[in-house]
């Protein structure tokens, strides 16, 4: 059996959308999410947009995605992994959008790093004393 860091990012990202096809076809807006350490994604899924609701009572959500729009959102997903550079820490957020009949994706990446790495990496007696200047 395969393990989730055997397998590409681009393959990881298409099993994310794999899994998350039959919510995004009830939704026409939200936010799809991956969580991503080591090059392996752990968390993800959707924030979607508030429900609204009049006299105690909530609309059901209009059409969601269709196979096209779905086919569509997830190649530009794939396609937002070659902006993704050097980092192998943090989250990369979809939001989208039915307009005119076609899904709008925003791609957000967002890198995380780590001081105490940077202190193994650098330590403090091989540094060039420029700290100084600082206090």
């Known amino acids: 059996m395969l393990r989730t ?64 729009q779905l086919s569509s959102f997830r190649l530009m997903a794939l396609e937002s992994l070659k902006y993704k550079r050097r980092w192998t820490h943090g989250e990369i957020s979809y939001e989208f959008a039915i307009r005119q009949g076609m899904v709008v994706v925003d791609a957000i990446l967002e890198s995380n790093y780590n001081m105490a790495n940077l202190m193994i990496r650098y330590p403090r007696n091989s540094a060039d004393n420029s700290d100084q200047n600082y206090g």
């Open 5 to 68: 860091e055997e397998l590409s990012l681009a393959r990881q990202m298409d099993l994310v959308f794999k899994e998350l096809q039959e919510e995004l076809s009830g939704l026409s807006s939200g936010t799809v999410f991956v969580q991503i350490r080591n090059n392996v994604i752990g968390k993800f899924g959707i924030r979607h947009n508030p429900l609204s609701g009049r006299s105690g009572v909530f609309k059901d959500e209009q059409e969601g995605l269709n196979s096209g």
